[in-house]
């Protein structure tokens, strides 16, 4: 099993950036992708960013040029630089991570607030 706990969100005003992590409670040897996904009130999960063993990275094309996804295997964290932030990035962002078995485990989010 693996655990996963972001932080970093907040109240930020739009223009503005956060640093999203994602740690993991063991070693992530065994997981082949990463991602982050949000869900907005009233909507439904949507995803952000992925990362993946071969160090590929994709965006949603709401997010591409502004947020960076990124690994730090010595921490077992992932990351996510969400820069130039625009009032609909208001959500509850939360951290998935897919075992090479294809198990996936997902964390319990942290909230994200861009003001206008």
């Known amino acids: 099993q693996v655990q996963l706990v972001e932080s970093g969100g907040g109240l930020v005003q739009a223009g503005g950036s956060l640093r999203l992590s994602c740690a993991a409670s063991r070693g992530t040897f065994s997981i082949n992708a990463f991602g982050w996904y949000r869900q907005a009130p009233g909507k439904q999960r949507e995803l952000v960013a992925t990362f993946s063993s071969g160090r590929t990275s994709s965006y949603a094309d709401s997010v591409k040029g502004r947020f960076t996804i990124s690994r730090d295997n010595a921490k077992n964290t992932v990351y996510l630089q969400m820069n130039s932030l625009k009032p609909e990035d208001t959500a509850r962002y939360y951290c998935?991570?897919?075992?090479?078995?294809?198990?996936?485990?997902w964390g319990k989010g942290t909230l994200v607030t861009v003001s206008s």
């Open positions: 998935n991570a897919q075992q090479v078995d294809g198990i996936i485990y």
